[in-house]
C-alpha cells in the first residue's frame, strides 16, 4: 500500500497476546516487516482480535507510529489470487496510525533486547538446541547471544536485519 507513512523494512514492538487478550503487565513481542505487503496483510486470527493495535512502528528513517486501528479491506487480488487468500483466510488491512515522538535508537534497541530475554520461547531454534545439524546447542547460551548480536546493531536497518536473521 503507497499510503504508509513509513519506510520499509519496519520494526513493530507489539504488545503481548495470549488466548485472544492482551496483557499489558508482561513483555512486548518484537516483530519485523521487510516490505508493505507483507504488514499489510494479517491472517483470520490477527484480523478478528486487532492483534497489531496499541503496537508502536518504527521506520529505518527513526519515525515512529502508535497502531490505534486495523480496518479490514477483505481479500485482494485478482481471480485466482483473490481466491487463495480467501481460503487461507488472509486479509487486507489499512492502519489508522498516530505519530510517536521519535525514540533514541539505544532506547528501541533495549527494548528489543529485553523482549528477547523475556519470550525466550519466541526466539527457540529446537533443532539447534537438538543437534539436528551439528552438535547441541544450550538454549541459554543461544539466547544471550541474540540478544548480544542485538546489542551490536548501529542503526534501525541493522538492527532490523539482525533480527530478520533469527
Known amino acids: 500500500m503507497s499510503d ?3 519506510q520499509f523494512p519496519i520494526l513493530m514492538l ?4 495470549h488466548g485472544g487478550e492482551k496483557h ?3 513483555h512486548e513481542d518484537v516483530e519485523c ?3 508493505a505487503e507483507l504488514f499489510t496483510t494479517v491472517d483470520s486470527w490477527g484480523m478478528k482480535r486487532k492483534a497489531f493495535v496499541g503496537s508502536v512502528v518504527f521506520d529505518v528513517a527513526g519515525k515512529a507510529w502508535r ?3 486495523m480496518i479490514d479491506l477483505g481479500a485482494e487480488g485478482t481471480s485466482w489470487r483473490w481466491l487463495l487468500n480467501k481460503l487461507l483466510g488472509r486479509h487486507q488491512v489499512r492502519y489508522e496510525l498516530m505519530e510517536e515522538p521519535p525514540m533514541p535508537f539505544e532506547a528501541i534497541r533495549d527494548r528489543v533486547c529485553a523482549s528477547i530475554e523475556n519470550n525466550p520461547d519466541r526466539w527457540r531454534d529446537d533443532e539447534v538446541i537438538a543437534g539436528e545439524d551439528g552438535p547441541p546447542r544450550d538454549e541459554q547460551e543461544m539466547l ?3 540478544v ?3 546489542r551490536q546493531a ?3 536497518a541493522e538492527l532490523i536485519q539482525t533480527i530478520e536473521a533469527f
Request: charged share 50%; glycine share 0%.
Open 4 to 6: 504508509l507513512p513509513m
Open 14 to 17: 507489539r504488545p503481548p497476546f
Open 24 to 26: 499489558e503487565d508482561e
Open 33 to 35: 516487516f521487510t516490505e
Open 67 to 69: 497502531i490505534s486501528d
Open 144 to 146: 544471550e547471544e541474540k
Open 148 to 150: 548480544e548480536k542485538a
Open 154 to 156: 548501529r542503526d534501525m
